[in-house]
């Protein structure tokens, strides 16, 4: 299953799917925490936010720990 996720994710990128946004962690150890919830084998994909932001890509503030994309194409997207 989690290489379909990921192919997809490498052709489209990430998209919100049956949210509103997508839904991204400030840092790795939220992310780790967010993914242990919803998958044991969950992966951390690193976005290059500062490049994707000076392309037009709008983030969006969430909370203290959580940012909001309406899409994050694939050539930002890194797997740590």
Avoid: C
């Avoid at 989690?2 to 992310?31: F, N």
């Avoid at 500062?50 to 694939?74: H, Q, R, T």
């Amino acid at each position: 299953m989690l290489l379909i996720w990921m192919d997809s994710i490498s052709e489209k990128g990430l998209l919100p799917r049956s949210r509103q946004y997508v839904h991204l962690s400030q840092d790795i150890e939220t992310a780790e925490n967010v993914g242990k919830r919803h998958d044991n084998n969950s992966r951390i994909l690193v976005i290059d936010s500062l490049s994707a932001w000076n392309d037009g890509i709008k983030f969006y503030y969430g909370n203290e720990k959580v940012w909001l994309a309406d899409m994050v194409p694939s050539k930002y997207i890194l797997e740590k």
